[in-house]
């Protein structure tokens, strides 16, 4: 495996992100389609923390502490103790490319790591390889999860009328 295709990936990953939420007013942002939904402003808060607390910080542990503990996460709590809906749109983004572009180039600064290096986890060993290739697929589902917003948004807007023309989700 080659560490360049994956750092350039998340590089054209932000700005995918980016072209997703530019346009989105901080009202939009904070928008739920129900009480179990994230908003745009939780999603892009919670990648902002897994871009400083997570991926980053996971593989730098494993390259050049192994053995360590990981500092405990705990994303899916983080959304509500840390009042994401409340936080300001703009500076959400903000925060998250710039933590963004110190992860590429964090990962430009690194060289090719043993793959296979594992942290034993209770749940799982976790391999440098694992979580590099996890930290691409977040950025994916996360993307596919602000489109699902955008499009319950506009199911709402065009309410009563249905979107089934288009084709089914």
């Known amino acids: 495996m080659e560490l360049a295709p994956f750092r350039e990936r998340l590089e054209r990953n932000a700005k995918r992100m980016y072209a997703l939420v530019a346009d989105v007013s901080p009202d939009e942002a904070r928008w739920r389609p129900n009480e179990t939904s994230w908003s745009m402003l939780e999603v892009m808060n919670h990648l902002w923390d897994e871009e400083r607390e997570d991926f980053r ?19 899916s709590a983080w959304v509500t103790e840390r009042a ?34 594992k942290y034993h ?9 694992d979580l590099l290739t996890s930290w691409l697929a977040h950025d994916h589902l996360h993307m596919r999860q602000i489109i ?22």
């Open 57 to 75: 910080q996971r593989i730098d542990y494993l390259v050049h502490r192994p053995g360590e503990e990981f500092p405990p996460i705990h994303p």
């Open 84 to 117: 994401y809906n409340t936080k300001d749109w703009n500076a959400t983004i903000e925060g998250w490319l710039a933590e963004r572009r110190k992860s590429i180039e964090w990962l430009r600064t690194l060289s090719v790591p043993d793959w296979d290096r």
């Open 148 to 169: 699902r917003l955008h499009f319950l948004a506009g199911e709402k807007l065009g309410a009563p009328y249905k979107t089934d023309y288009a084709g089914s989700w």
């Open 121 to 129: 986890d209770p749940q799982r060993n976790l391999r440098v390889g």
